[in-house]
Antibody, heavy 117, light 107 residues
Framework: QVQLKESGPGLVQPSQTLSLTCTVS????????VHWVRQPPGKGLEWMGR???????SYNSALKSRLSISRDTSKNQVFLKMNSLQTDDTGTYYC???????????WGPGTMVTVSS | DVVLTQSPATLSVTPGERISLSCRAS??????LHWYQQKPNESPRLLIK???QSISGIPSRFSGSGSGTDFTLSINGVELEDLSIYYC?????????FGAGTKLELK
């Protein structure tokens, strides 16, 4: 069955770099796009960027200077790296997928990231 | 970026009533408008795709309508398990933006 699961450090110090991994199963990264979406505590959802099935990437312009998304298809993993973290980057980070149909049908459980010294 | 404005921010409901939630786009998104339900401490769940298309496994009391800039999510006979936050999302252009959400609470 289709599964996505985020993993990474729960705590990151201000100004440091966040590294998250989305491990998928039940589908191929060469057939589906994987997106990262985040949610600050008690707030709404923000689309961060995506890794497309063909290896292309797109980013939210508000984050583009700090964000990088990559993948390892042999390991069924998509990676997020974001530098210069600040306290307002605290929140739950989700990976989700679509198939060039622009809606997200499966989501990971999310991973909570706290930016604090 | 396309801005999605959801209203109301909070809606107090009585079980059994029919309700409508609104999502308005700052520019036309055609029918590339999707709805999600999010319960506390859970991931969002896709409810409706392309404004009005149903999703397998989602109760039939959920329906959607609209095109262009004005969209509605309706729940015909609210149940207690529907008390959640509902988000709209546009897929017409990047960045894929979400509305701020409508929270359903018990009256």
């Amino acid at each position: 069955q289709v599964q996505l699961k985020e993993s990474g450090p729960g705590l990151v110090q201000p100004s440091q770099t966040l590294s998250l991994t989305c491990t998928v199963s039940g589908f191929s990264l060469t057939s589906y796009n994987v997106h990262w979406v985040r949610q600050p505590p008690g707030k709404g959802l923000e689309w961060m960027g995506r890794m497309r099935y063909n290896g292309d990437t797109s980013y939210n312009s508000a984050l583009k200077s700090r964000l990088s998304i990559s993948r390892d298809t042999s390991k069924n993993q998509v990676f997020l790296k974001m530098n210069s973290l600040q306290t307002d980057d605290t929140g739950t980070y989700y990976c989700t997928r679509d198939q060039d149909n622009w809606y997200f049908d499966f989501w990971g459980p999310g991973t909570m990231v706290t930016v604090s010294s | 970026d396309v801005v999605l404005t959801q209203s109301p921010a909070t809606l107090s409901v009585t079980p059994g009533e029919r309700i409508s939630l609104s999502c308005r786009a700052s520019e036309s998104v055609d029918t590339y408008l999707h709805w999600y339900q999010q319960k506390p401490n859970e991931s969002p769940r896709l409810l409706i795709k392309y404004a009005s298309q149903s999703i397998s496994g989602i109760p039939s009391r959920f329906s959607g309508s609209g095109s262009g800039t004005d969209f509605t999510l309706s729940i015909n006979g609210v149940e207690l398990e529907d008390l959640s936050i509902y988000y709209c999302q546009q897929g017409n252009s990047l960045p894929h933006t979400f509305g701020a959400g409508t929270k359903l609470e018990l009256k």
